[in-house]
C-alpha cells in the first residue's frame, strides 16, 4: 500500500483563552493510500476540528501531523475538500464553480475541460454544467461540489459532513455515489459524519472519537464487499458494527435507551 497519506501521532488541538479548550487529545491514525475513512462521533468531539487541522486551516497544539510524508503547515498539495454546505457562488454556473480552483491555483482553464466533462458524466450532471446553483436540488449541488474538489485530481479528499443538510432519501443516493465516484477515482477519502450507518456503509474504516476531548475510542475495519448496495444495511453483517457502535456509545453515556420514570409511569 505504500507509505501512510495522513500519519498522526499524538495529536492535540488546544484552543487557547481564559478557559482553554481542548478539543483533541492524543490523536494517532494511519491512513493508507486510496482508503475510505469514516470518522464518527458525538457533537463537539473534535471530527471537523481533526480534518481542518490534515487540511491545514488548524494548527495543531502538539503530536506529529503528516500528508504524503510532509509535515502540515498550511494547506498541503493535491487535497480537495467538501464542506456540509456546497459554498456554491450563486452568479457563476455550474462548470465556472467547478472551474474555480484551477483559477485560484492560476492554472489554464482550458487545460482541465475535459476533465470537467469526465466529472460531470461521472456525477450525471452533464446536462447542467451551463445551469446556474438555484436551478439545482441540494444533491445536484453537492455533486457539484464533489466535482469542483476533484477538478484538480487530488490525491487526498476530505469531506465534512457533506451530507448532513440533504434529506434522507437524498442522503441515501449520495452515500451510493459518493462510493462509485471513489471506486472509479481511487482517491484517499476521509469523510466525518454523525450517522453510523452511513459511517459503516462507505468507509473501509470507521474511526470512533470519544466525547471531548476527542480520543480514538475504537477503530473499526468493515470487511463488506463492494460496491455496497443501500440493501446492505440490513444484513446481519452490517448490523453487527452499526450495533457494535452504538454499544460504544451507550458505553459513553451517549445513548440511553432506558426510559426514563416519567415514561414508564405512562406506560404503566
Not at 476540528?49 to 487540511?55: I, K, Q, S
Request: proline share 6%.
Amino acid at each position: 500500500m505504500g507509505a501512510a497519506t495522513i500519519r498522526a501521532r499524538g495529536v492535540r488541538k488546544v484552543y487557547p483563552g481564559e478557559r482553554a479548550l481542548t478539543a483533541l487529545d492524543g490523536i494517532s491514525l494511519d491512513v493508507r493510500p486510496g482508503e475510505f475513512i469514516s470518522i464518527l462521533g458525538p457533537s463537539g468531539c473534535g471530527k471537523s476540528t481533526f480534518l481542518r487541522c490534515v487540511a491545514g486551516l488548524e494548527d495543531i497544539t502538539g503530536g506529529e501531523l503528516q500528508v504524503d510524508g510532509r509535515p502540515v503547515a498550511g494547506p498541503p498539495d493535491h487535497v480537495g475538500m467538501v464542506f456540509q454546505r456546497d459554498a456554491l457562488l450563486e452568479w457563476r454556473n455550474i462548470e465556472r464553480n467547478i472551474l474555480l480552483p484551477v483559477e485560484f491555483a492560476r492554472k489554464p482553464a482550458q487545460a482541465y475541460r475535459a476533465r470537467m466533462a469526465q466529472l460531470l458524466r461521472l456525477t450525471g450532471l452533464s446536462e447542467f454544467g451551463d445551469r446556474y446553483p438555484r436551478e439545482l436540488s441540494g444533491g445536484m449541488r453537492q455533486r457539484a461540489a464533489i466535482c469542483r474538489a476533484l477538478i484538480d485530481q487530488p490525491s487526498l479528499l476530505l469531506m465534512d459532513e457533506p451530507f448532513g443538510a440533504l434529506d434522507a432519501l437524498t442522503r441515501d443516493q449520495m452515500n451510493v455515489e459518493l462510493q462509485r465516484i471513489w471506486l472509479e477515482t481511487r482517491n484517499t477519502v476521509m469523510f466525518v459524519t454523525h450517522g453510523i450507518a452511513e459511517a459503516v456503509f462507505l468507509a473501509d474504516r470507521v474511526v470512533v472519537l470519544s466525547p471531548r476531548p476527542g480520543r480514538i475510542a475504537d477503530i473499526i475495519e468493515v470487511d463488506l464487499p463492494r460496491p455496497r448496495r443501500l440493501a446492505v444495511r440490513e444484513t446481519a453483517a452490517f448490523g453487527a458494527y452499526t450495533g457494535h457502535i452504538r454499544q460504544l456509545f451507550h458505553e459513553m453515556g451517549l445513548i440511553n435507551e432506558e426510559p426514563d420514570a416519567a415514561q414508564q409511569e405512562v406506560a404503566a
